[in-house]
């Protein structure tokens, strides 16, 4: 049963237990990906990334993607290269280049100057979507209601009322300055971000009239995703990936 809230609280569950290197692939999807490594600078420092692309001619949306506070995990790279077989530029800046625990403004900072990179790029159509994973679905939350760059966000088991290593603001703090769309994506039985704190979240963004939707899978815990540094094959796994996709399909591609 899929489950999604357009701007109103009903929710409903769903039970089911320069460049370093290049790489072409071809994926399920029909696109040939090109994967290489780039360089972001930001803050007079500079952040090794990892680019994926469908190869060839045109313009496509783009995505740039937040790894967990375990850094960027095998699982990371493999989803990057996933998602571009969807048909998306995909850019994972390696946050963690400098410090375990950056302050938010490092973070917005490289965001900022990530997209802008972006935007470089002779592929890339203008519209920017972002993703996060753990502390990248913080990141998603707190940063897409501040950087008008990006047009649509999925935020996977953040954390809308932390104030980050810093304890600075919280992402529930910003919910009068979101107007892009955003997506949540989170499990029941997250014990880092109880689930509470999701809903809660959402009354206040239902309050506000601001556009979201939800996605919960009972039993779910923090970051079901990836499973000792790898991208999980399990059914819930693919099943919130497709979700992924297809909002950004509709919020980037139409």
Do not use: W, Y
């Given at each position: 049963?899929?489950?999604?809230?357009?701007?109103?609280?009903?929710?409903?569950?769903?039970?089911?237990?320069?460049?370093?290197?290049?790489?072409?692939?071809d994926t399920d999807e029909g696109y040939q990906v090109s994967g290489t490594t780039v360089e972001i600078e930001s803050g007079n420092m500079t952040y090794p990334a990892y680019l994926a692309a469908p190869s060839g001619e045109g313009k496509n949306p783009a995505v740039v993607l937040l790894h967990s506070i375990n850094g960027f995990e095998p699982g990371y790279r493999n989803l990057t290269d996933k998602l571009a077989g969807e048909g998306y530029v995909v850019l994972s800046p390696q946050w963690q280049t400098f410090e375990q625990r950056p302050g938010d403004d490092t973070v917005e900072q490289l965001l900022r100057d990530s997209q802008a990179y972006l935007r470089t790029r002779p592929d890339v159509n203008g519209n920017i979507g972002l993703t996060g994973f753990c502390i990248g679905g913080r990141y998603t939350m707190l940063f897409l209601p501040q950087i008008d760059e990006f047009k649509s966000g999925v935020a996977w088991y953040g954390f809308p009322y932390s104030g980050g290593p810093a304890n600075q603001s919280m992402p529930a703090d910003m919910i009068e300055q979101l107007k892009a769309p955003l997506l949540m994506i989170h499990g029941t039985h997250d014990q880092a971000s109880p689930i509470a704190d999701i809903y809660r979240y959402a009354t206040a963004l239902n309050a506000s009239d601001r556009y979201f939707e939800l996605k919960v899978y009972q039993g779910?815990?923090?970051?079901?995703?990836?499973?000792?540094?790898?991208l999980s094959e399990s059914l819930v796994a693919r099943d919130a990936y497709r979700e992924m996709v297809a909002f950004f399909d509709r919020t980037l591609k139409e």
């Open positions: 049963m899929k489950i999604l809230i357009f701007g109103s609280l009903i929710i409903a569950l769903v039970v089911i237990s320069g460049c370093v290197e290049t790489v072409d692939r779910q815990p923090h970051g079901f995703m990836i499973e000792n540094g790898e």
